[in-house]
C-alpha cells in the first residue's frame, strides 16, 4: 500500500525546495510521467510530494534582455516542439522534444523532469549538451548556475544537491546557425538507442562553433571537445565527420541492453554522425 500521506502545492521554488528538505521521503511531482509510473511500479513510494504545477515561475519560455531564452523547468515536450524561438543551433532542442516518445507523453512531460531524471536514453541531455546550454538550480540558499556539460554525472545521477529543484534551463541569444536531433530507435516513440544532437553556429568571422553530443551510449551524454573542433575545422566535410564519429565511438561507453547491444550501438554512431553532418552542412548552404 502507498504512503503517501501529503501532496504539496508551493507557489515558489525556494518554497518547493524547503518543503524538499523534510525528509528523503519527499519528492518533487512535475508532469508525473516517469514518476506516477515508477510509483505504480511500487519502484518508488514517497510520504509526501511537492508539485510544482502551481509554481508560475517555471512555466512557459521568456526571452532575456541579452537575447537569450529562459525555458522554465515546467515548460512541456508540445510546447518546446513548437517553439519559433528555438531557431538556429538551438533547433537541436525544438528537434529532440518532437522525437520524445508519443503526443500523450509529450502533453504531460516536463523539461526539467527528464534534467532531474537523467535517464541516459532520454532526448534532451544530448541536445542541452550540444547546445551548451546552462541549468539553473533553486534551493533556499538561493540559485545556482550548472552547464549542461558538467550536470550529468551517471546513471539517473545530475548535479543536483538534496532539497534543490531545476528551476530553469538558459540558452544564450541565437546566432546564425542550424542544429538538428536524429534518434535511432526500434520503433517510432521509442527511447533511443543511438541519438544524435548536433548544434552548429555560424559566428560573425565565417567560422564555425560546433557542438556535438550523443546520446544512449553511456551513463552520460557523449561530448569530446576534439570533434567539436574537428568538425569545425574542417568545415563539416565528409572526412572531418568520420574522424569525429569516430572519436565519439571510441570515447562512448554503451551498455548492452533489450533494445541493442552495446557493440550495435558503437557501429552506429559514425554512421549517424556522418548523416547529422552532411544535413548540417546542406541547411547551413542553404542559409547562404
Ligand atoms: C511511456 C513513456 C515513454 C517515454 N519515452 C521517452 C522518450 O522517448 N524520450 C525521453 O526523453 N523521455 C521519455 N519519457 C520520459 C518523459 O519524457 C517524462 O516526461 C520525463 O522523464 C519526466 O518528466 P515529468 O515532467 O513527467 O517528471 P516527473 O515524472 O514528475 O518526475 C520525474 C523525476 O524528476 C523529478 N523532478 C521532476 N521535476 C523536477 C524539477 N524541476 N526539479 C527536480 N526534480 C524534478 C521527480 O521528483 C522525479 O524523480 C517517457 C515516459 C513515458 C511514461
Redesign the pocket.
Known sequence: MSALKQVHFPKTPEEAARLLARGDGV???????????MMNLDLVDPDELVS?AEVAE?KGIASLPDGGLRIG??TR?RELETEARLAGPFAVLREAAG????PP?RN???I???V??A?P????PSALVAADAVIELASERGRRRVPAREFFVGLYATA?APA????AILLPPAAAGVGLYDKLARVA????IVSVALAVTRRPRGDLGVGLAIGGCGLTPVHRAEADVLLAAGALGDAAARRAGELLAAAADPLNDVRASADYRRLAIPRMVTRAVARAREELGRLG
Open positions: 519528492r518533487c511531482l512535475a508532469g508525473g510521467a516517469s514518476l506516477v509510473a510544482l517555471l523547468a515546467m515536450h522525437k520524445v516518445a508519443n507523453v504531460m512531460g516536463t526539467g523532469g527528464v532531474a531524471l535517464d536514453a532520454a532526448d534532451y543536483l534543490e529543484i531545476v528551476s516513440g521509442d527511447h533511443a
